[in-house]
């Protein structure tokens, strides 16, 4: 079970609290975009093996969105992050960089 750690309410919760909404960081599509570009805004996500970005949902609790960033290799969880941070916070990518010698930074 995953204990992830919740920026607003401040505490540690169990993974049946939240809800995860996939990978975080996606740029919004407008107008402009041809339909290939809105189709994979849409539906193509990236589904990394190893270090990936979430946004995850506190529903029984304070019902906010957040990040995360965790490994989908072995499910080990570096930090959360405010939903409001356009990039990870640069302690919480140091401790990557540290823990994961695999790790090739965060590029968006």
Request: hydrophobic share 30%.
């Amino acid at each position: 079970m995953l204990h992830i750690y919740c920026p607003i309410c401040e505490r540690y919760c169990d993974e049946t609290e939240l809800v995860c909404g996939g990978e975080a960081h996606i740029i919004r599509k407008d107008v402009t975009n041809n339909d290939q570009e809105f189709y994979d805004y849409l539906y193509a996500r990236k589904n990394f093996k190893g270090v990936t970005f979430e946004r995850w949902r506190h529903l029984f609790g304070c019902g906010k969105w957040f990040h995360v960033s965790r490994c989908t290799i072995n499910n080990q969880v570096f930090g959360s992050y405010s939903i409001r941070d356009s990039r990870p916070p640069k302690s919480l990518l140091t401790k990557i960089k540290r823990l994961r010698v695999d790790f090739k930074g965060w590029i968006k």
